[in-house]
């Protein structure tokens, strides 16, 4: 993930006490060396890595004229090089054992352009691809590589856009369901394309949008 350690700590905690195995790792995915380590680590103590959530994410705003490189490259980073390289290592073990599920997290600007957002827009863009990419190479091995493609969810991501009037009210007016998504809004689209349910999909991206798409 990208941050401190907090969470991870916190995570680890609830599903131990659900009566899971459980390992914390922190470490910023940005960096090739954390996403080769946090794999690596995850099998040395699991003995083996079935289901890959690519999940991590930053969003830095600003006028595509006036985009800084340092913004450009962290949300690259982040939000696009780090799907490929944790897709990769863990996939490596999936394809000896001959299964395994990467589920990416995609976006609703995988399909659209935004405004403000110009690397987030194609770092998620970039996702779809990936995804399409991996899982035509890996589909006749066992391993199922989709994305879930979230609308405008209620997360510090969409601070900026919750606090603003205008934009909140533009925004919540095109969702057929009334409401900003919320992050638990996510978990059965999660749980399916982890399952064997979804052994036949490869490829796909799963919108949760709350409508927003089929205006």
């Known amino acids: 993930m990208h941050g401190s350690g907090t969470a991870p700590k916190a995570t680890q905690h609830k599903l131990e006490a659900a009566g899971a195995k459980a390992i914390a790792l922190v470490g910023d995915v940005g960096s090739p060396e954390v996403c080769a380590r946090l794999v690596e680590e995850t099998v040395e103590h699991f ?4 289901i890959l959530v690519n999940n991590a994410g930053i969003i830095r705003r600003a006028p595509a004229a006036e985009y800084s490189e340092e913004d450009w490259l962290a949300v690259i980073d982040v939000n696009l090089s780090s799907v490929f390289r944790l897709t990769q290592h863990a996939g490596r073990h999936m394809l000896k054992q001959g299964s395994g599920k990467v589920i990416n997290i995609a976006s609703l600007l995988t399909f659209q352009g935004g405004i403000l957002v110009p690397a987030y827009a194609a770092a998620k863009g970039g996702v779809g691809q990936l995804t399409k990419a991996f ?9 199922n590589v989709n994305a879930i493609a979230p609308g405008y969810m209620d997360t510090d991501n969409t601070e900026a856009l919750r606090k603003n009037p205008e934009r909140a009210r533009q925004i919540l007016e095109r969702i057929p369901a009334g409401r900003w998504g919320h992050p638990e809004d ?7 394309l982890a399952s064997s349910a979804s052994d036949y999909i490869h490829g796909h ?3 949760v949008d709350g409508g927003w798409l089929n205006r």
């Open 205 to 207: 991206i799963l919108v």
């Open 47 to 50: 003995g083996a890595i079935d």
């Open 135 to 143: 899982a035509n190479e890996w589909a006749s091995k066992g391993v």
């Open 186 to 192: 996510l978990a059965g689209a999660a749980v399916f």
